[in-house]
């Protein structure tokens, strides 16, 4: 191999490294890409939490650079929080630290923003999804994501069943 081609050949590799680096770095979801708007800019959601969950303002945050318009009620008693899960029958085990309104629906967890916006855009006929607990690495929370999230949906006759995997 002469110099010529052992430079080409570095430049190939080089691009390469660089181009899989970009990939990895890069945010995949098309969420902060321009244009690439957001379904959920402008859809507003009130979201029910404790007056002292780190995760939760995590999750606000997220959601609003997604583009909601987030209203936060502190609960200031873990029975007002309950009282609001036991509104929408979220049983303890769909049950995670916070639970979001967004127009009929209720959003249980740390749901990915991808996965609201098939709802509200789907318009599907169920009381809502629930992202059961506080997954690593879901929205708002930390650690590395350890496979597909399972979300669950509850039928308007008040049936569990998967929603989608994340």
Known sequence: MNTKQRYGLSAVVLIGLLVAAGFFLSDRSGADNPQ??????????????????????????????????????????????????????????????????????????????????????????????ALPDMPAGSPGMPGKKQGAFKIDQLSKDNQWSTYTEW
């Open 36 to 129: 690439t708007p957001s379904k959920l800019a402008g859809v507003k959601g009130v979201l029910y939490k404790s007056l002292t969950c780190g995760c939760c303002e995590n999750y606000v945050k997220y959601l609003q650079k997604k583009g909601m318009q987030i209203e936060v009620k502190n609960q200031t008693k873990d029975s007002d929080l309950a009282a609001i899960k036991n509104q929408y029958n979220i049983p303890p085990e769909e049950q995670s630290c916070h639970t979001l309104k967004v127009g009929d629906y209720f959003v249980e967890g740390h749901v990915p923003a991808e996965v609201i916006e098939k709802l509200v855009t789907e318009k599907s006929a169920i009381a809502g999804i």
